[in-house]
């Protein structure tokens, strides 16, 4: 008996086991997984309870919707739609949440004496019990229901049923078996930090793709997308029970054929990963590398970089922007939202070309709380600084390895919101008030660093360590604020311009005037903080060592 999962261990070491018994004992394994999980705490508990009453509600509702739709003349092409997106969730949700499911890791298995096929057919089971399952068989069954139309097309819609929710399953198994030693890694770890990102800029997807739709007439929209995807299984599966339901036999024949296809292939790609899993060497178990292979080498960018303590602290915050999941986390974020809010306004009609200062103010921010980021590691960056001239270039090389993603990044976005709008006359102001601006909140976030530095937790998803908070919200909105303030004069000359009877013509100088601006506030500020960063070393160091 395994004390873990209360599965006999006979059960599972038998070498002469047949599917027919592999099956029961695994779907017990998933089983007995989630019963001692939720007995770990009542927080657990409640937490579980919640997600699910909250899905099946979630669930219900959907299937009430898609059966009102029954009768509706655009009902197929939604019912298509929301069965592509819910395999495309399907598909992404092991990438994201690896450790939501103990069962998705082959690897606990590898060692059993088990066959990979019958292994597939256990496992598939075992991942029809679960809250993800129940939901997409609601939401399988109201697309059939809102579709079907005459005995024929509700025999094809339970067919088209398991096949879709068979599909799901097996394509969230075949990417998990095929990714699973990135899952495991601190990579897949990385990818679990940027969860949270992916979700939010997907809801912004959904919210203006379901606007567009509002503005544009409503579900007749959907018309030409449902007949793409209704050829793309699972969704085509949907799609069958709308062709029998028209009386097109052959097609909807076709659109199942091609469901039970991708079924077979994702089976036998995910017994392929299994095979290769249990019968292949991982990292662990393999020499290490010779030395010399490894020796870190100064190639591509980094080997443009230039010499001395600049580059060296440039490279230092690239490689903290590459390899630490919380900045990377941070950067990502910064600059997917950068995007989104200027260039879906512009798509909305309600956009403005100086929405386009959104992507250099949210990129700024990342040089606030520059020393957090090292955390307790500062002390050895500490003890390389002995004067304020220390403490300056400090400074001045994690500007310029911010400057190197923000700098064309700003202007991107700028050209691209200015292409949307159609506003060309107004790029270079535009174009100014951006590096004015990020000029601003460097000089800002340069002295902010050494005011108000607060410590960055290395484990869960906090940003701020306990008892800190109010450093954080001084030094981020406050020097929000102070940068505001120090871009004054430039927006005050922008308005000028603008007003003004013949200042249009002139306005082309906003963009040398606020470059310029933009690196004198910046020298400015990296000047100011150096003294205050070189005489207060020790209280950084126990303000970001916190926690």
């Keep these: 008996m395994s004390a873990k999962t209360g599965v006999p261990a006979a059960s599972i070491t ?12 695994v779907v017990r394994l998933k089983l007995s997984l989630l019963r001692n999980g939720l007995r770990q705490s009542a927080g657990r ?52 949440f690896p450790g939501g499911d103990e069962t998705l890791d082959p690897t606990r298995l590898v060692m059993l004496p088990l066959q ?67 899952l495991t890694s601190r990579r897949g770890r990385d990818l679990a930090v940027l969860s949270g990102l992916v979700i939010a800029v997907g809801a912004q997807v959904v919210n203006f793709g379901a606007q567009r739709l509002n503005s544009a007439g409503g579900l007749a929209e959907l018309d030409a997308l449902g007949d793409v ?74 080997g443009l970089l230039p010499a001395g303590r600049t ?36 798509l909305q009609g309600t956009g403005s070309i100086y929405f386009a200062c959104f992507a250099a103010g949210m990129l700024g921010i990342q040089m606030y709380n520059q020393f957090g980021q090292d955390t307790s590691a500062f002390w050895m960056v500490a003890m390389t600084i002995s004067s304020t001239r220390d403490a300056y270039v400090e400074l001045r090389g994690r500007a310029l390895a911010l400057l190197l993603i923000t700098l064309p990044y700003a202007a991107l976005v700028t050209v691209l919101t200015t292409a949307l709008l159609g506003d060309w006359p107004r790029l270079p ?21 050494a005011r108000f530095p607060y410590s960055i937790p290395q484990e869960g998803y906090k940003n701020v360590a306990p008892g800190q908070a109010g450093l954080a919200w001084i030094a981020i909105f406050g020097g929000m604020v102070a940068a505001a303030l120090l871009c004054a004069p430039v927006i005050a000359l922008t308005i000028w311009l603008n007003v003004s009877a013949d200042g249009n013509e002139w306005t082309w ?34 303000a970001v060592s916190k926690g």
């Design 116 to 182: 990979p096929r019958p292994l597939v057919r256990a496992l598939l089971t075992a991942s029809l019990v679960g809250i993800g399952p129940l939901f997409t068989l609601c939401l399988l069954v109201g697309s059939v229901i809102a579709v079907a139309h005459g005995a024929a097309a509700y025999v094809t819609g339970v067919v088209a049923v398991v096949l879709g929710l068979l599909v799901c399953v097996a394509l969230a198994r075949a990417v998990a078996a095929a990714n699973i030693r990135l």
């Design 229 to 302: 995807l209704s050829w793309l299984p699972p969704a085509s599966a949907i799609g069958a029970v709308h062709s029998v339901s028209e009386g097109s036999y052959g097609i909807g024949l076709t659109q199942l054929a091609l469901s039970a296809a991708a079924l077979a292939g994702l089976l036998a790609l995910w017994s392929h990963h299994l095979t290769r899993l249990m019968t292949s060497p991982d990292g662990s178990t393999l020499q290490a590398a010779e030395p010399a292979a490894r020796e870190r080498r100064s190639s591509g960018l980094i």
């Design 45 to 96: 508990r409640a937490a579980y309870v919640a997600s699910a009453v909250f899905v099946l509600l979630f669930a219900a509702l959907q299937l009430l919707g898609l059966i009102a739709l029954r009768g509706n003349a655009h009902a197929t092409a939604l019912a298509v739609l929301l069965v592509a997106l819910l395999a495309l969730g399907w598909t992404v949700m092991p990438l994201l």
């Design 311 to 346: 580059g060296t602290v440039m490279e230092r915050s690239l490689r903290y922007v590459w390899r630490d999941p919380k900045t990377k986390a941070a950067w990502v974020t910064s600059l997917a939202i950068g995007l989104i809010v200027p260039v879906f306004n512009a």
């Design 509 to 542: 100088l906003l963009l040398p005037v606020g470059a310029a601006y933009g690196v004198l506030i910046t020298m400015a500020g990296l000047r100011m903080a150096a003294p205050r960063t070189a005489g207060r070393l020790p209280e950084i160091l126990a």
């Design 429 to 449: 102001e535009a174009l100014g008030l951006s590096f004015a601006l990020l000029g601003a909140m460097l000089a800002t976030g340069a002295w902010t660093s």
């Design 14 to 25: 038998n070498t002469g086991v047949t599917a027919m018994s592999i099956t029961p004992v």
